[in-house]
Each structure stands twice: as structure tokens, then as C-alpha cells.
């Protein structure tokens, strides 16, 4: 069972100047304490469903292959991004390090949402990450599967937005 950190462990300040726009902390090879920071951090960014915010995290031409769709470059993210959190109702995201090399980051994660006719899924899937030496991610490689559940199944019930540091992780709900 991993150890959740901390909100004060996870925030990053954000971005000021155009310097501080190019770094993204923590930065390549990753430790582990690194990457489970930088998994959090990913987290924390879906959480927002800001795609503008979110897209800050990847390099301006970063490629990304998600379901049957593969988005190149930030606004393709930032467009792609808007199309998921529109179809997506009340999303929340649960991630977990799986594993880490040098500048890679293998993750599998879970979230729970609901369609406009309110119906809820959870959907389950694993990620790839690939990042520049500045720490933003160029590369993102996801495999997602839709699981339907009744509303009486869902598993995260705190208000949208960032995941509370007492909330269990996915290994902790047995996903």
C-alpha cells in the first residue's frame, strides 16, 4: 500500500513567467518519490477538468495516442479535452505509479463518470509516459476500457475537484 502525499507535497506553484512556463517539476530521471509525485500531480490537473490548465502539462507538440484518437500538439490536446469533460459528467480520476525508468512513467489508473442521460461508467486503463528533460510530458500512450455501473457502485463520492489526501487510492478501493 503506497502512502499518499500530501496536498503540501503535491501543489507546485503555479507558472509566472515565460522561463517558468518551459519546467514542469519534478523533473527526469525520476525516483520514485518523483514519480509518485508527478502521477499525483497528473491527477490533480484531470481533477481540475481545466483542458487549458491541463495542457500546460505537455510540450507544444506533444503526441498522444487516447482510445481511437490521437491528438498532436497542445490545441489538439486542449480541443480534444473539452470534447472528453463535455461527454464525461461529474468525472473523478484515481492514478497510481506502476512503474518508472529514466524519463518514463507506466501508470494505471480508474475514473467514475456519467453521460448526460445518467447513466455512470467506470473506466479502467493504463497509461505510458514519455517526458522532455524540462519535465513536460511529450508523449502519452492510453489504453481505456468503459465499464457501466449503477450509481449505487461508485466508489468516489468527494466533491469535484482535486482528490482528498484521505480518500484510499485505486490498490486501497481493490481496483
Do not use: C
Not at 503506497?2 to 503535491?10: A, I, M, S, Y
Not at 512503474?99 to 479502467?124: K, L, M, Q
Amino acid at each position: 500500500m503506497e502512502t499518499p502525499l500530501t496536498t503540501q507535497q503535491t501543489q507546485v506553484p503555479e507558472p509566472k513567467t515565460p522561463a517558468e512556463i518551459a519546467t514542469r517539476p519534478p523533473l527526469p530521471p525520476f525516483t520514485r518519490e518523483t514519480a509518485i509525485q508527478k502521477v499525483r500531480l497528473a491527477e490533480d490537473g484531470w481533477n481540475s477538468r481545466d483542458p487549458e490548465k491541463v495542457a500546460l502539462a505537455y510540450t507544444i507538440d506533444s503526441r498522444w495516442r487516447n482510445r481511437a484518437e490521437f491528438p498532436n500538439g497542445r490545441q489538439e490536446i486542449i480541443e480534444f479535452l473539452k470534447r472528453k469533460w463535455a461527454k464525461e459528467l461529474d468525472y473523478r480520476l484515481i492514478k497510481e505509479l506502476w512503474a518508472h525508468e529514466g524519463n518514463r512513467i507506466a501508470v494505471r489508473f480508474a475514473y467514475e463518470w456519467h453521460d448526460d442521460s445518467g447513466h455512470w461508467f467506470r473506466s479502467y486503463g493504463n497509461e505510458n509516459w514519455e517526458f522532455a528533460e524540462n519535465g513536460l510530458m511529450r508523449r502519452r500512450f492510453a489504453s481505456i476500457n468503459d465499464l457501466p455501473i449503477e450509481e449505487s457502485d461508485r466508489k468516489y463520492h468527494w466533491p469535484l475537484g482535486r482528490r482528498p489526501d484521505e480518500h484510499p487510492g485505486l490498490s486501497d478501493l481493490g481496483l
